[in-house]
C-alpha cells in the first residue's frame, strides 16, 4: 500500500514538472473582484468636492522615458489620484501591435518595480495628437477616469517640424475641448532620457549618490539665447497660465565637476555635460527636496485647483521643508489691501503659506530691453530666469470650482 | 447664554440653505480610494487561469438603445467580468462634445438605476470603425481592460450602403488585431429599440407582464427568403465561428395575439406587429428561461471559451434549468468515439451537459437546393431554422488556453 501511494506522489510530482502553467492563486482571484466592485461602487458616487482628485493622464512614452515627469506627477497623485501613463505607439500597424502587447506586460511590471502607483496604458495611432483623442477619450474606468493631461515642455520647438509642434498644440486645444486640464512640466534640462544608453541603470546609479549642488542653474543674465525659450513660452498663453515652480535657492557656489563614474559595464562612453546634466536633472524628484519654495502665479481666481497640486506636493515627505510663495497681480497703490485679501482666502483653504508677492507691474509695459522676450513684466522676466523648473497649468475645470 | 447658541443655530442653519453645493461625505470619498488602491493591487497580479475574465465591451450605443445585448452580456459578465458600454458618438465635434458630457452622468445614473454592474464609455469619433478603435485600445484600466468585443448581428446589411457594411466588418478585423475575442449576438426581431417612443417605459410594462410564448419563431421551411440571411453570415466565418445559442423549445402552440397595452400614457399611437415582437424579444434575457437548452457549437478545439461563456450563463438563477448541449463535428464511422472523446473533455471541464451531438455530415456536400443558403451541411441548417437567438463567438485569444 506504501508502495501505491508513492507511486502515485511520483506521478503527482512528474506531471507538475512537465505542466509548465501558472495557475495562480484564489487571493489573485479575489483580487480582481475586489478592483471590480469597488470601481463599480465608485461609479454610483456623484462628484462632488471630497471625491474631486487630480486624475493625471501623463503622455511619458515609455514610462522609463522621462523620469522627472513621472516623479513629480507621482508626487501629487501617489495615493490620491489616478496616474495613467500614456504611451503612443507610431508607425507601421502590425508591427506596433507586437510591440504594444509585450511592452503592456514590460512597463506594468517597470511602474510595480519602482513603486509608481500608476498604469500603463499604450496605443497605437496615425500621430501623437490621434494617440492623445484616443486616451483622452476612452482611458479608465467609471469615475476614474483622466481629468489632467500631462506633457513635457516640447525643447525642441524651434528646430522641429512645424507639422510636429501643430500637433503638439493641437493636442492642448483637444483636452480643453473635452474639458481636461492641462499640465505642461518643464525642465530647462530637458526630460527625455531614452537617448542614453541604459539609461535605467545610470539613474539607479545617480540615485545612490548623495544629492549634489550640480543641477544649480547657472543665472547669466546676458546669455539670452539660452534662456529665451522659456519665456518665449509663457506669454503666449498667458491668458490662463497661472504658474507653478519650485525655486532652488541660490547658494553661489561655482557648480562642482558632475559625476563621471566609469564603472557601470553598459557604458562604453562617459557621458558628455549636457547628458549629465539631464540624469542630474531627471533623478532630481527622487531626492528630498530641502528647503526650497514652490512659487504659485494666481494670475486669476480659478477656484483653487492652481493651488491644490502645490498643496498636495507639500503634504509628502520629500517636499515637506518646501514653503508655498503666492505671486499675484495688483494695483501699485494697493498692494497692502490685495495682499490681505489673498491671506484671508489662503486661509479658508487651510493652506500655509510663507509669503504672497502683490506685482504691482504686472499690468506696465515691459522695458525696451525685455520686449525680444516677448514682451513679459520686468518681474516676472527676473523671476523666471532664477527658477529651476516651471509647470504650467492650464485648467479649464470649471466644475469643481468651489472647491 | 441659550439666547446665544439659538443664534448660532440659525445662522447655521441659514448658511446651509443658501450654499447648494454637494459636500459629500467621507465615505464616498473613501470609495474612491478603495477603488484605486484595489485597481492597482490587481495591475500587480500576472495573467493565469484563475484572474482570466470575459472582459467585455459592448457597443451598445446609449445604452437604453439595445436592452437584449445588455441583459445576455450582463448575464455572463455580473459579478465575475467587465462590462464597458461603448458609445460612438458622430458628427459635428462640438454638438457631440455637449452630448457626450450630458450623456456620461445621464447613461451612468440609467445603469445603475436598472442594475447593471457596468460602465458606461462615451466616445466622439468620425464613425464606427474608429470609436472601436478608442474604446478597444484605450478603455479599462490597468488589468480590468476588456477583452472582447461584443456587437449586434447588422440586421440590414443588405440594404444599406456598402461603406457601412465594410466599416462594420472592420470593426471585427481591428477587434483580431489587437487580440480581442469577438462576439455577435443576433436575434431574429433585431436589437435596436431606439426608434419607439418612451422605450424604457415600454419595456419596463413588458417585464411585468407574463413570460409569453409569443416570441417563439415561426418555423417554415419553405419561406427562404426570411431566413436565409441568418444562414448566409454563418459559413462566411466558419472557419472560427463556434456557434453558442439557445432553443426554446417548440410548443407547437399558434401564437396568441401580442400585447398591446395602451394604458401608457407616453404612447400615443399602438405599436405595429414588427416592433411589438422586437419589444418582446429585447425583454426576453430579463425573464427566467425555464427548460430551454443553449446549444454550443465546438468546431474546434480554441481552448475552452467557446463553452465558458454558456457555462457562465447557466450558474445565473434565470438561466438554471438550462442545460447545454455541445454540437461537435465528426466521421459517420466514429460517432460513437468522438461523443466519448467529448464527454471526457467536458468532464474535466467540470461542466455539466445534456447531451452531446455528433455530426456525422458536417463535411459532405450539401443538397442541391440548400446551396443558395452559402453551402451548409443539411443538419446545420436545419438546426438554425429552428434556433431563436444565435450568439457567434469568435476568439482567437489563445493566451488562457490552457483553461
Same mark, same amino acid.
Given at each position: 500500500c506504501i508502495c501505491n501511494l508513492r507511486v502515485s506522489?511520483?506521478?503527482? *510530482?512528474?506531471i507538475s514538472y512537465f505542466t509548465d502553467v501558472n495557475w495562480g492563486s484564489s487571493t489573485q482571484a479575489l483580487t480582481y473582484l475586489n478592483a471590480l466592485q469597488h470601481s463599480i461602487r465608485l461609479s454610483g458616487v456623484e462628484d462632488h468636492v471630497k471625491n474631486f482628485r487630480p486624475q493625471c493622464l501623463i503622455m511619458t512614452g515609455a514610462p522609463n522615458a522621462r523620469p522627472a515627469l513621472l516623479h513629480l506627477v507621482h508626487a501629487f497623485t501617489k495615493n490620491v489620484g489616478l496616474m495613467i501613463c500614456g504611451h503612443v505607439h507610431m508607425g507601421p500597424r502590425r508591427q506596433a501591435m507586437k510591440e504594444l502587447s509585450t511592452d503592456l506586460a514590460k512597463y506594468q511590471r517597470w511602474l510595480i518595480k519602482n513603486k509608481m502607483k500608476a498604469f500603463y496604458a499604450p496605443v497605437h495611432a496615425e500621430d501623437l495628437r490621434d494617440g492623445g483623442q484616443y486616451l483622452m477619450q476612452a482611458a479608465g474606468l467609471g469615475r476614474m477616469r483622466p481629468n489632467t493631461l500631462v506633457v513635457g515642455f516640447k525643447k525642441n520647438w524651434r528646430q522641429s517640424d512645424m507639422r510636429d509642434v501643430e500637433t503638439y498644440i493641437n493636442l492642448f486645444h483637444d483636452a480643453f475641448d473635452i474639458q481636461y486640464g492641462v499640465v505642461v512640466i518643464r525642465l530647462k534640462e530637458g526630460l527625455d532620457i531614452s537617448h542614453l544608453q541604459g539609461q535605467e541603470e545610470l539613474l539607479s546609479s545617480q540615485e545612490k549618490s548623495p544629492c549634489s549642488k550640480d543641477v544649480v542653474v547657472k543665472v547669466d543674465y546676458g546669455k539670452k539665447s539660452e534662456t529665451d525659450t522659456s519665456i518665449a513660452f509663457f506669454p503666449s498663453s498667458s491668458e490662463r497660465t497661472p504658474a507653478v515652480h519650485k525655486e532652488e535657492d541660490e547658494d553661489g557656489k561655482t557648480p562642482t565637476q558632475p559625476l563621471l563614474k566609469?564603472?557601470?559595464?553598459?557604458?562604453?562612453?562617459? *557621458?558628455? *555635460?549636457?547628458?549629465?546634466r539631464l540624469l542630474d536633472a531627471s533623478s532630481q524628484f527622487q531626492k528630498k527636496q530641502g528647503k526650497s519654495n514652490i512659487d504659485v502665479w494666481w494670475l486669476f481666481d480659478d477656484g483653487g485647483l492652481t493651488l491644490l497640486i502645490p498643496y498636495l506636493i507639500t503634504t509628502k515627505k520629500k517636499w515637506k521643508e518646501c514653503k508655498i510663495r503666492v505671486f499675484i497681480g495688483g494695483k501699485i497703490n494697493r498692494i497692502d489691501h490685495d495682499r490681505r485679501a489673498m491671506a484671508t482666502l489662503l486661509s479658508k483653504f487651510r493652506i500655509d503659506f510663507s509669503d504672497i508677492m502683490v506685482l504691482g507691474d504686472i499690468n506696465t509695459k515691459p522695458k525696451k530691453e525685455n520686449t525680444v522676450n516677448g514682451g513679459v513684466s520686468s518681474s516676472i522676466t527676473a523671476w523666471m530666469l532664477r527658477c529651476k523648473y516651471i509647470l504650467i497649468l492650464l485648467y479649464i475645470l470649471n466644475s469643481v470650482s468651489d472647491f
Open positions: 506522489v511520483s506521478k503527482i *510530482l512528474i566609469k564603472d557601470s559595464k553598459s557604458r562604453s562612453s562617459p *557621458l558628455n *555635460l549636457a547628458d549629465q
